[in-house]
């Protein structure tokens, strides 16, 4: 089923979803100090092409809370509110809330993803 759901998801909206990320990464590898994040953003794309049967799981400590202070500042925001918008327009029909909450993951992670590892 997941392989199905993945198909789905990655033409019907993952493929913007994961691109929006590798945008992200580019533009903050573009500077040394910015590697990290850009890292960060290719790891995350991988889950944002494909997220069934994906699961995130929280932590982290000190470090992650700056990083993820940061993130928030410059990407958070606008990576947050355009996946949970994504879900809100696919969780308006029955059959298309399992990948509604796919982009609710997704809008949870984009807030903070130092820290949070993808299993």
């Known amino acids: 089923m997941s392989i199905l759901g993945n198909v789905l998801w990655f033409i019907f909206g ?3 979803s994961g691109l929006f990320w590798c ?10 100090v910015g590697i990290p994040y850009g890292i960060q953003c290719f790891k995350f794309a991988t889950l944002s ?3 069934f049967g994906k699961e995130i799981e929280y932590g982290g400590g000190v470090p992650s809370l700056f ?9 958070g925001i606008p990576m947050a509110i355009e996946n949970f918008l994504f879900g809100c327009i696919w969780c308006i029909t ?3 809330i399992p990948f509604g909450l796919q982009f609710f993951k997704i ?3 984009s807030l903070a993803p130092f820290g949070a590892k993808v299993e």
Do not use: E, Q
Request: hydrophobic share 70%.
């Open 14 to 16: 993952g493929f913007l």
């Open 23 to 32: 945008i992200s990464g580019l533009i903050w590898c573009i500077t040394i």
């Open 67 to 75: 990083a993820n202070i940061i993130w928030i500042i410059f990407f």
């Open 94 to 96: 029955i059959v298309g």
């Open 49 to 51: 092409f494909a997220p």
């Open 107 to 109: 809008a949870k992670l």
